[in-house]
């Protein structure tokens, strides 16, 4: 039986990746969120992966996290309400200068890695998060974790959000990511992958890694561009969505 569902496909961008495997990637999938100076990025990496997206139809969004390029973003580090502000000010106003100069509307705003996960767990800066949005890119939706803080926060003072789940990492049980340094916290068989993503798209729920089922409600699946079979996964979970029914399209 066809479904009546539709999907956003995204994936991580511009981190570092041969130009050919974004290309590739960019076929795929309908929005992609672009490391603009934090874990990785530079103008010129910004703008090619820019104009790439441009290329295939694929919305833009800026990635920011903690000016970390040595961990790639993916370590922890002290930051306050007044750091956070700051951070974001610099990265995403540097990403929506490219965009503007390429054409191209900044569609939403996705944090990384370890700065992502810290302020899903942060009500304090969650909210930071959601109020500097709101007064500076009042029309700006947010990619947030799929039953999390930032979704709240943003609800609240209206700042729109998209849900996100992660067709390729595991889940504790309270609908956190599996940390990257635990065994099975980051996934690469392209079957499994695409079992757990569809049922997350049309059952809305998925295992953890203890077995445990948890609901899950998604407006939007990450693929993470530095996964080794990520042009695969992409390639492979889209055919399978498509082929049940589900509308792969932008947020």
């Known amino acids: 039986m066809k479904l009546n569902l539709q999907i956003d496909l995204n994936c991580d961008l511009g981190e ?27 103008e010129t990496s910004m703008r090619a992966t820019a104009l790439l997206a441009r290329k ?6 800026a990635h920011p996290s903690f000016a970390d390029r040595k961990n790639f973003g993916r370590k922890g580090l002290p930051i306050d309400e007044r750091g956070l502000r700051a951070l974001l000010t610099e990265q995403v106003s540097a990403m929506k200068t ?3 100069a390429s054409s191209l509307r900044l569609h939403h705003i996705k944090l990384h890695g370890a700065l992502y996960n810290l302020v899903e767990r942060d009500e304090k800066l969650a909210r930071a998060y959601a109020v500097w949005t709101k007064e500076n890119f009042p029309n700006t939706p947010l990619i947030v974790l799929a039953g999390g803080c930032v979704a709240k926060a943003a609800r609240e003072i209206g700042v729109r959000v998209a849900k996100e789940v992660f067709a390729d990492r595991a889940y504790n049980d309270d609908g956190t990511l599996v940390s990257r340094d635990k065994l099975g ?5 392209v079957d499994e992958i695409c ?3 569809a049922q997350m798209v049309t059952q809305r729920r998925v295992q953890t890694i203890s077995g445990k089922i948890i609901t899950m409600d998604a407006d939007t699946i990450c693929v993470h561009g530095d996964n080794p079979k ?3 996964i992409v ?17």
């Open 16 to 42: 570092g990746e041969p130009l050919e495997i974004t290309e590739t990637l960019m076929r795929h999938v309908t929005s992609c969120s672009v490391a603009c100076g934090g874990h990785f990025g530079d």
């Open 56 to 61: 295939h139809g694929v919305t833009v969004g």
């Open 98 to 100: 490219v965009l503007d």
């Open 185 to 189: 916290a980051v996934l690469e068989d």
């Open 195 to 197: 079992d757990r993503a």
């Open 230 to 232: 990520s042009v695969e």
């Open 235 to 251: 390639r492979e979970l889209r055919q399978a969505l498509e082929q049940v029914g589900v509308l792969m399209v932008a947020f």
